[in-house]
């Protein structure tokens, strides 16, 4: 089986601060890591993801991530937050064998105050 | 289309009573899943389609659901019977590819409230 836990149910952080919203992971095998975001009244957006190779990931709006095998996480990162960062965060996992459904984590608000 | 179509947007319904959901997938993507995101809740994987495979059901939470696909086309997430915890925004994504590592294409949801 596969899981996600994404410990906090929101982060505050102030405009211009650098920002973490964390994830961690478990899987039996390699995983597939992703980030989406949900902006309100609106669908999930990609972000970005991990498949293999370098360790920090680059994404949409200046967001990344690190994967970490040892600590099997993939904490999602941003030097300088926006106040249009505020949004609903989802990391998911997909494993790299059997079938490709992502499972997600019950999501992280992320509240950029000006 | 441009993107992912649900429809309705919003769906109210009296408890006992069938509901019909759709989704019209990006054209020419093989891939096609079903979420539920209660309240508070993360996304919770309910069915799975990829081409003319057999889907994965394993999500479904009851009998009461179920879904369908026409080739790779439009699908339809049916609720029979409905209960007050079937409240819910009810999303639909699509894929290029089952291949694990292609990213999924959501839909602004259906929002199902049973009274």
């Known amino acids: 089986a596969q899981s996600v836990a994404q410990p906090e149910d929101q982060v505050n952080v102030a405009e211009g601060n650098p920002l973490t919203v964390k994830c961690t992971y478990s899987v039996s095998g390699n995983p597939y890591l992703f980030w989406y975001v949900q902006y309100p009244n609106r669908g999930l957006q990609f972000l970005l993801k991990?498949?293999?190779?370098?360790?920090l990931v680059k994404g949409s709006y200046g967001f990344e991530a690190e994967f970490n095998k040892s600590q099997t996480s993939f904490h999602l990162k941003k030097p300088s937050a926006l106040v249009s960062d505020s949004a609903l965060y989802f990391c998911?996992?997909?494993?790299?064998?059997?079938?490709?459904?992502?499972?997600f984590g019950k999501g992280t608000m992320l509240l950029v105050s000006p | 289309g441009a993107g992912v179509s649900q429809s309705p947007s919003n769906k109210v319904t009296e408890k006992g009573k069938d509901v019909e959901l759709r989704c019209d997938p990006i054209s020419g993507h093989t891939a096609l899943y079903w979420y539920r995101q209660r309240l508070g809740q993360g996304l919770e994987f309910l069915i799975y389609f990829q081409g003319n495979s057999a889907p994965d059901k394993s999500g479904l939470p009851s009998d009461r659901f179920s879904a369908e696909r026409t080739g790779e086309s439009v699908s339809t997430l049916t609720i029979q019977r409905t209960q007050q915890e079937d409240s819910a925004v009810y999303l639909c994504?699509?894929?290029?590819?089952?291949?694990?590592?292609?990213?999924?294409?959501f839909g602004q949801g259906t929002r199902l409230t049973v009274v």
């Open positions: 998911a996992v997909t494993m790299n064998s059997g079938y490709s459904t992502l499972t």
């Open positions: 991990y498949i293999t190779g370098d360790n």
């Open positions: 994504a699509s894929s290029p590819t089952g291949v694990r590592g292609t990213e999924a294409f």
